[in-house]
C-alpha cells in the first residue's frame, strides 16, 4: 500500500534553532518526493521537489535530503524565524505510470519566540 | 497570491442549505483539482479535471457535484451536507495531469456545516 509517514506530528522550537523534520514512504515505483509549507488560514505552498537522482536540494534556509534506498527525506530548517510556524507537508507522487500523489499528515512547526 | 483564487474564503451553511464553492487559476494550467483537508488529516483528493473534462472521482459523495466550465475555472457544487463535511476545501492547479507536477494550491474554503 502506497504511504507516506511523518514525524513527529508536531514540534516546538526557539527562534534561531534548527531543526529537522522526516518523512518516510512505501510509494512504489517512485517519481518525485516534494515538501510543502502551509500557513493556518492558507493553501500549501511547493517549497522544494526531488527526483530519484538528486539526494539533496535546498531552498534558502530549507535543505531536503532524499535517500531513495531506504525510502526517507527530511526537511531541515536553519536558523528558525518565528515566519517558518506552519505545517509541512511531504507529499510523494509514484505508482504505475506516475499517476499517484500521496500526502503525508504534516507536521505542524511552532517556532518561539 | 499563487494565481490561484478561491471563493468563498468562509462558509456556514445548514445541511439542508445548496451552495457552491469556487475555483479559478490565471496561470494557463490545464489540470485543476479539489481536494478535501480535514484537521491532523493528509490532504483528500476529490476530483481531477484535465482539459476540462473528469479524469478522476475518489469515490466522493454525490452530495459534492463538480463543474468544469473551462480549464480556467473550477466549481464545487454542495447540498444537503452533513457535519463531517466541515473541513478545509482547497483547489489546485496543475500544467497536466500526471503526479509528477508540481501542484498550486488556492488558499482554500473554510467549510462549516450545521
Known amino acids: 500500500k502506497n504511504q507516506v509517514e511523518q514525524s513527529p506530528q508536531s514540534l516546538i522550537i526557539l527562534e534561531g534553532k534548527n531543526c529537522t523534520l522526516q518523512c518516510n514512504y512505501t510509494v512504489s515505483p517512485f517519481s518525485n518526493l516534494r515538501w510543502y509549507k502551509q500557513d493556518t488560514g492558507r493553501g500549501p505552498v511547493s517549497l522544494t521537489i526531488?527526483?530519484?537522482?538528486?539526494n539533496t536540494k535546498s531552498n534558502g534556509r530549507y535543505t531536503a535530503t532524499l535517500d531513495a534506498d531506504t525510502k526517507q527525506s527530511s526537511l531541515h530548517i536553519t536558523a528558525s524565524q518565528l515566519s517558518d510556524s506552519a505545517s509541512y507537508i511531504c507529499?510523494?507522487?509514484?505508482?504505475?505510470?506516475?499517476?499517484?500523489?500521496?500526502f503525508g499528515a504534516g507536521t505542524r512547526l511552532f517556532v518561539k519566540a | 497570491e499563487t494565481g490561484v483564487t478561491q471563493t468563498p474564503r468562509h462558509l456556514v451553511m445548514g445541511m439542508t442549505n445548496k451552495k457552491s464553492l469556487k475555483c479559478e487559476q490565471h496561470l494557463g494550467h490545464n489540470a485543476m483539482y479539489w481536494y478535501k483537508q480535514s484537521a491532523k488529516k493528509p490532504l483528500e483528493l476529490m476530483f481531477v479535471?484535465?482539459?476540462?473534462?473528469?479524469?478522476e472521482n475518489n469515490s466522493v459523495p454525490s452530495r459534492f457535484s463538480p463543474e468544469c466550465p473551462n480549464s480556467s475555472h473550477l466549481f464545487l457544487h454542495l447540498h444537503t451536507l452533513q457535519p463531517e463535511d466541515s473541513a478545509l476545501y482547497l483547489c489546485a492547479s496543475s500544467q497536466g495531469a500526471a503526479g509528477a507536477n508540481v501542484l498550486t494550491f488556492g488558499a482554500g474554503s473554510r467549510l462549516t456545516v450545521l
Open positions: 507529499v510523494v507522487s509514484g505508482g504505475a505510470g506516475g499517476f499517484k500523489t500521496i
Open positions: 526531488m527526483t530519484f537522482s538528486e
Open positions: 479535471y484535465n482539459f476540462k473534462e473528469q479524469t
